[in-house]
């Protein structure tokens, strides 16, 4: 299992920026599959991206179209930590923002290919 503790949330004005954190724990970070998803309210969890785990410097990145272009995921796996960049934030992103793991590479925009997930950070865009 791997614990994961996101961070970095709040409220900015339409435009603006945010970068999401999350923290992880437990096994190892680097054999791990990152994904981002979110929640609006009344909503059901959307992904927003994800990365793969490393094939030597390489990683697979992908997007939800909605945020392609200004959203960017990254990975720090020396610091356990993957990274949610959102820049041109719009209303529509508001959300709470959930950082997830999965072990394999199976549907990986998919909520049931990850198994561990954070308790999610809040992130308000007012217009």
């Known amino acids: 299992q791997v614990q994961l503790v996101e961070s970095g949330g709040g409220l900015v004005q339409a435009g603006g920026s945010l970068r999401l954190s999350c923290a992880a724990s437990g096994r190892t970070f680097s054999n791990y599959a990152l994904g981002w998803f979110r929640q609006a309210p009344g909503k059901e969890r959307e992904f927003v991206a994800v990365?793969?785990?490393?094939?030597?410097?390489?990683?697979?990145?992908d997007y939800a179209d909605s945020v392609k272009g200004r959203f960017t995921i990254s990975r720090d796996n020396a610091k356990n930590t993957v990274y949610l960049q959102m820049n041109s934030l719009k209303p529509e992103d508001t959300a709470v923002y959930y950082c997830a793991a999965a072990f394999s590479w199976y549907r990986p925009r998919s909520k049931i290919a990850y198994d561990n997930w954070g308790q999610g950070t809040q992130v308000t865009v007012s217009s």
């Open positions: 990365i793969s785990r490393s094939a030597g410097s390489t990683y697979y990145v």
